[in-house]
């Protein structure tokens, strides 16, 4: 069976990053910034960009000062 984008995001959300075999150094990290699952690698990722996505509108309504 193929999952849909909306049953991939709810089937992998709850799953440990174990799986993902982080280096132990990103594992130390991730455990720092709260990211236990991947659904909080997903919220965090949101976040993030949105974050970006502000800073990037303000900087070109400030004249587009350099990044």
């Not at 069976?1 to 990053?17: I, Y």
């Not at 690698?41 to 070109?60: A, G, W």
């Amino acid at each position: 069976r193929v999952l849909t984008p909306e049953e991939e995001n709810g089937f992998l959300a709850h799953l440990s990053l174990d799986l993902l075999d982080p280096s132990d150094r990103v594992g130390q990290m991730l455990t720092r910034l709260g990211v236990r699952c991947i659904h909080d690698l997903l919220r965090r990722r949101r976040t993030v960009r949105r974050h970006h996505s502000e800073r990037m509108k303000e900087r070109l309504r400030d004249g587009g000062r350099p990044l």
